[in-house]
């Protein structure tokens, strides 16, 4: 009931229930899985900073070190990496357990910044500090990066497409892909192309599976093995700059043949299904 005030002319609401002040929406509430996802988030903007500090700030003030730029690259690294681990069980435990309403929104937030914004950043870092980079050039292929990845997120978000794959290369593993074509240290303009044309596998047609299952632990493996070759590339182990090669040219190489696999799947599967489409019209 409103009651009005003769003095004021101004309506007078009871006041709300303390019960109903104090409860929280459910679309607010943080589940498990979000706080992977702010994990996530939460590494990706320390990749930037790494990225910053130990590789950017140093060569501009002309104090930087060889060794602390490496240890600052690979820590950058080793953050998307984690991010990616992150993005990955977000997903499992908000299978097994429950999300928030939020979650899908916290998840494409969350995978903008580890993986669009800080391989972006890192490719236009690359271009001020290597010898042979161009850095206006290598600032539109950051920005060519990034809004493959905007476009890709968005895309999923409004697409349904069949269990079990991804359309366009996922985010991480284009993230993971772009930075490993940077460590590689090959001449600019293959370095360039090769960027770009991660960019537009993202954000094509082309079907790569989701990690469940036996390839999410598979998936998992390579991200600890990648970790462990970045470190000793970090504290120059014996050996160590040719095995952080070796595993850098196998990221990009699974890039390219992963679909390749997803492709003649789908190819035996259609081929399968006209076998069976005759046999039934013959029978």
């Known amino acids: 009931m409103t009651v009005i005030d003769p003095d004021t002319q101004a309506a007078w609401v009871p006041e709300a229930e303390d019960d109903d002040e104090d409860e929280m929406p459910l679309s607010t509430r943080l589940s498990i899985a979000d706080t992977l996802t702010l994990g996530n988030a939460t590494c990706g903007f320390m990749a930037v900073y790494f990225t910053t500090t130990g590789v950017l700030i140093p060569h501009l003030t002309g104090s930087e070190d060889g060794g602390m730029a490496r240890h600052s690259a690979a820590t950058a690294v080793v953050l998307m990496l984690l991010a990616s681990v992150f993005d990955l069980f977000d997903g499992l435990v908000a299978r097994k357990l429950r999300s928030s309403a939020m979650g899908a929104e916290l998840d494409n937030l969350s995978d903008l910044i580890s993986f669009g914004l800080a391989p972006a950043y890192f490719v236009a870092v690359w271009g001020m500090v290597a010898n042979d980079a161009n850095q206006r050039v290598s600032v539109v292929a950051a920005i060519v990066v990034l809004l493959a ?127 069976e489409a005759r046999a039934a019209a013959q029978g």
């Open 149 to 275: 990845v905007v476009l890709r997120l968005a895309r999923f978000s409004c697409v349904t497409l069949r269990d079990g794959i991804f359309q366009g290369m996922p985010s991480p593993f284009g993230a993971l892909t772009v930075v490993s074509i940077v460590l590689l240290e090959l001449p600019f303009v293959p370095t360039l192309l090769a960027i770009v044309g991660v960019a537009w596998l993202m954000v094509s047609r082309v079907e790569y599976p989701k990690p469940q299952g036996r390839l999410a632990v598979a998936m998992l493996s390579w991200i600890v093995a990648s970790m462990g070759l970045l470190a000793a590339w970090a504290f120059d182990a014996p050996g160590g700059e040719l095995l952080l090669q070796t595993g850098c040219a196998l990221q990009v190489v699974l890039g390219a043949v992963i679909p390749l696999f997803a492709t003649a799947r789908r190819v035996n599967t259609f081929r399968d299904n006209r076998r």
